[in-house]
T-cell receptor
Framework: QKEVEQDPGPLSVPEGAIVSLNCTYS??????FMWYRQYSRKGPELLMY????GNKEDGRFTAQVDKSSKYISLFIRDSQPSDSATYLC???????????FGKGTKLSVKP | NAGVTQTPKFQVLKTGQSMTLQCAQD?????MYWYRQDPGMGLRLIYY???????DKGEVPNGYNVSRLNKREFSLRLESAAPSQTSVYFC??????????????FGEGSWLTVV
C-alpha cells in the first residue's frame, strides 16, 4: 500500500459546482497536510496548509483533515474555469522526513 | 519576485551525454530539493539539501549528482543521460532545514528529453 493515495481523475465539473478532492494515507505519523495546485506546464504552487486535524478555509477553498480516518479533502466552492488544474495533496511527519506527494487529480471546470 | 529559478527550461540530450540543471532561489531558504515528475508516478524526490554544505539522497537518486554551491544555488547533474531520465525536473526550496511544516516552493520546471 502506497503511503499516499489520490484518485488521478480526470474530474470534469460545470462552472459553479462544488468540487471535492480527496487523499487517503497510511502513515499515522503524518501531521502536516498540504494541497498544491499545478497548472499545465507549470510548477506546483502551495494552495492550502493545515496542521493536524480540523478545517481551514481560504476564500472558496476549504481543507479538511480527519486523522482518525487518515483522510484529507479539499473543497472548492463556486468553481471557476480558472480552477482547472491538477491538484496534488502532500503530507509530512514534520521533524523527520520530507514531503510525500499524492499523484494528483486533474480537474477541468467547464464554462 | 523571482522565487525559484531553473535553467534550462527545455533540453534534448543524446544517450550518454552529460548536463547540469541549474537552480537558484532568492527567498533565503535553508533547504533545497530536486524532484522529477513522470506521468502516473507523481513527484519523486531525487536529492535534497537540508542546509548549505549538506546533501542527501531522496527516493530516486541513481544516475544523478548534486551540488549545493551556496545557500542560493543547488544544481543537478546527469553524468551519462539515459532515456529513463526523460522527465520534468522541478527544483524547490523551503524555509526550514527540518521540522514543522516543510512547505515547499517550486520552480517552473525543466523539460528534459533523452533520445
Amino acid at each position: 500500500q502506497k503511503e499516499v493515495e489520490q484518485d488521478p481523475g480526470p474530474l470534469s465539473v460545470p462552472e459553479g459546482a462544488i468540487v471535492s478532492l480527496n487523499c487517503t494515507y497510511s502513515n499515522s505519523a503524518f501531521q502536516y497536510f498540504m494541497w498544491y495546485r499545478q497548472y499545465s506546464r507549470k510548477g506546483p504552487e502551495l494552495l492550502m496548509y493545515t496542521y493536524s486535524s480540523g478545517n481551514k478555509e481560504d476564500g472558496r477553498f476549504t481543507a479538511q483533515v480527519d486523522k482518525s480516518s487518515k483522510y484529507i479533502s479539499l473543497f472548492i466552492r463556486d468553481s471557476q474555469p480558472s480552477d482547472s488544474a491538477t491538484y496534488l495533496c502532500a503530507m509530512s511527519r514534520g521533524s523527520q522526513g520530507n514531503l510525500i506527494f499524492g499523484k494528483g487529480t486533474k480537474l477541468s471546470v467547464k464554462p | 519576485n523571482a522565487g525559484v529559478t531553473q535553467t534550462p527550461k527545455f533540453q534534448v540530450l543524446k544517450t550518454g551525454q552529460s548536463m547540469t540543471l541549474q537552480c537558484a532561489q532568492d527567498m533565503n531558504h535553508n533547504s533545497m530539493y530536486w524532484y522529477r515528475q513522470d506521468p502516473g508516478m507523481g513527484l519523486r524526490l531525487i536529492y535534497y539539501s537540508a542546509s548549505e554544505g549538506t546533501t542527501d539522497k531522496g527516493e530516486v537518486p541513481n544516475g544523478y549528482n548534486v551540488s549545493r554551491l551556496n545557500k542560493r544555488e543547488f544544481s543537478l547533474r546527469l553524468e551519462s543521460a539515459a532515456p529513463s531520465q526523460t522527465s520534468v525536473y522541478f527544483c524547490a526550496s523551503s524555509p526550514f532545514a527540518q521540522g514543522a511544516g516543510n512547505t515547499i516552493y517550486f520552480g517552473e520546471g525543466s523539460w528534459l528529453t533523452v533520445v
